[in-house]
């Protein structure tokens, strides 16, 4: 094949609109006194309470984790001198939730339970490859349809198997428009996110 021949270069776009099937939150308890050993048993207690809380609403033992946890000593500055003031220790949660109905039960049940810093809410799509890969078949159908069309109104005739195809991936979250809620817990809108595959594909033509 001479791929010095003529080219026709076309893009298409394929979308696919999906609702999260999965949420994803940090919670934290965040301690701070004087006594090291006092706070740290403050912090144990309390994140003890938060999981068992946690466990108690549904969400698997093997969807909770620990991201972070750490000791910071705190200082005052005198002059320019450090002066030791306590300690604050930091153990950071990751929970996955899978029933989206629940974050808000499960934010507030937390902060019920001990949780002073909630942060990095996000939400998924498991099966996230069969979605782009149907978004891609509709991208290149797309291009393939383009190219065709230009063949036409070119007068040319054009070879139907692409020499290069080259692909870009693209995620786009669209929230769902917030809507007044009487529920008693925190409403949460997971939203929906657009999957989009782009694809540039060259044809010869003769």
């Known amino acids: 094949m001479d791929y010095k021949a003529p080219k026709i270069k076309v893009m298409g776009t394929g979308i696919q609109t999906v609702v999260p099937t999965q949420g994803v939150i940090t919670l934290g308890v965040v301690t701070d006194g004087k006594s090291l050993s006092t706070i740290q048993q403050e912090n144990s207690l309390s994140t003890s309470r938060v999981i068992q809380s946690l466990l108690q609403l549904g969400v698997e033992k093997n969807d909770i984790q620990t991201t972070q946890y750490r000791v910071d000593p705190i200082y005052e500055y005198n002059e320019n001198q450090p002066l030791l003031l306590g300690y604050k220790v930091t153990h950071l949660l990751q929970v996955k939730i899978s029933d989206l109905k629940n974050v808000g039960i499960i934010i507030d049940t937390a902060v019920q339970n001990g949780v002073n810093s909630v942060s990095d809410l996000r939400f998924e799509v498991l099966n996230r490859d069969a979605i782009y890969n149907r978004a891609l078949q509709k991208a290149f159908l797309q291009a393939k349809q383009k190219a ?59």
Do not use: C, K, W
């Open 148 to 206: 065709f069309d230009l063949s036409r109104v070119m007068g040319v005739n054009i070879h139907p198997t692409p020499i290069s195809i080259t692909e870009n991936y693209q995620e786009v979250i669209r929230p769902t428009p917030y809507a007044v809620s009487l529920a008693e817990t925190t409403p949460i809108m997971p939203g929906q996110q657009e999957i989009t595959a782009n694809i540039h594909v060259e044809f010869l033509y003769t």
